[in-house]
């Protein structure tokens, strides 16, 4: 079924329930479902956008994929057939009844050898035409005749774009399955302001991809709303200096984009001065210090950050969950008395222990809490409000411990699926078992730091996985790959593994 594709003008769309603020190209990456869905149509229509199509269709053609194009004849008013055959290194398909194309049903031919179709500009007349179904163009009758998903990215006048009309017929071909990525925001070339711009050749290309991968990707995390914790915390000293750690928040990252990838809506919650580009699909939430880490966490856990409020696709009454706690397993909490009493959960009490109370039980909104941050152990008593001025010869800082954040939200939510990550530089499997039963948590990664080829700043990363004794499941070892492929391991990981809760 298609679905409505990002909007890159807002700040969210629903459906896939996908936020995100920027848009950026990740060329490094080596996506697998190129070879799955290789052959993309790019339809190019009549606008002033059409010029951007050039430099889309080239990015395809360097992301890996085999680009045809099909310019209509207004198309070929703002931009040559020569210069797409050019970039693509293709023959450009212009006219239905090309004699020599259709001496072997050439409109045939090429319906069946798409994978997808990307119709970039689409055109307010090619939007009515699709809607109504006609076939009076090699575009449209193109798609009456392909089975591949088609993709449209309308552009025109922010005018146009408001019509009834075209809203009409824009719901039609969303009601006819058709993905639509929204028109972005801004000025446009006839000077007005407003919707109705084609999103830069860089976001269609970060929108295709994340569509290619959720094709093929196996839906484990369908439905899903995950919480991520990446990157290190900063602990200020006083207004210059700060504590902090040398994480960077990569694998936080990896693993945001890749639970996407598998079908979950994420909130990233991100530490320190991290300046990574922000997954497609992934909702950000910027914080510095362990203190806040844990309190956007507390927030996101139950719904009400203000940035899953502005979502309703996060609204505890439109998302579902199977929140329910499965009494037949047994849980390894470190209760005092040892129990776990499912009709509790914990609060976070401002308190210089930071130890979890009862408190009434509060529904989720969210299925899985995922901590690779790398939260620092201690921060100053209390932060100079001026500069510290280096006077004596040497001085000394009062520390005081930070909230375990992992333990807090885990203790507290005994229903929410855990997941912890433990970075060693000695004896990793046993301070790895010990922190997967003290803070009670579904599985563990974790990796040993010491090494210089992976783990901190490094692209590349080896784990070891444990699971909670109730699972039976024994260790797996992800050998030294990309942290983008340890991601994928680990999202498939966490989603077969959530199935047998």
Known sequence: MRKTLPNLSHNCYYKRNFIFPSFFYYSSINYSYVTLMKNIVLAITGGIAAYKSAIFARLLIKAGFEVRVIMTTGAQAFITPLTLQALTGNEVHTSLLDEQAEAGMGHIELAKWADLIIIAPASANTLARLAMGMADDLLTTVCLATTAPVIIAPAMNQQMWAHPAVNLNVQTLRDMNYYLIDPASGEQACGDVGAGRLPEPEQLLDAVRLFCAQQTTVQLLADKTI???????????????????????????????????????????????????TPLGVTRIDVLSAEDMLIAAQQCVVGSHISMQANSSYNNDSHEHSHQHNHAHQHDHSHQDGSCDCHYEYEYEQSDTHTPVAAEPQS??????????????????????????????????????????????????PQLFVVGFAAETQDVERYARDKLVAKDLDLIACNDVSRKDIGFASDDNAMQVFFAKRYEHEAVTLEKASKDKIAQQLATIIGETLRQR
Request: aromatic share 4%; glycine share 6%; hydrophobic share 45%.
């Open 227 to 277: 919480v991520i914790t990446a990157g290190p915390t900063v602990e200020a000293i006083d207004p210059v200096r700060y504590l902090s750690n040398h994480s960077s928040g990569k694998m936080g990252f990896a693993l945001a984009r890749a639970c996407v990838e598998a079908g979950a809506q994420v909130i990233l919650i991100v530490g320190g001065k991290v300046a990574l580009p």
């Open 364 to 413: 989720l909104a969210t299925d899985i809490f995922i901590s690779t941050a790398a939260v620092a152990d201690y921060r100053t008593e209390e932060a100079a409000p001026q500069k510290i001025k280096k006077t004596q010869k040497s001085m000394s800082l009062s520390l005081v411990k930070n909230p375990d954040i992992l333990a807090t939200i885990s203790l507290a939510h």
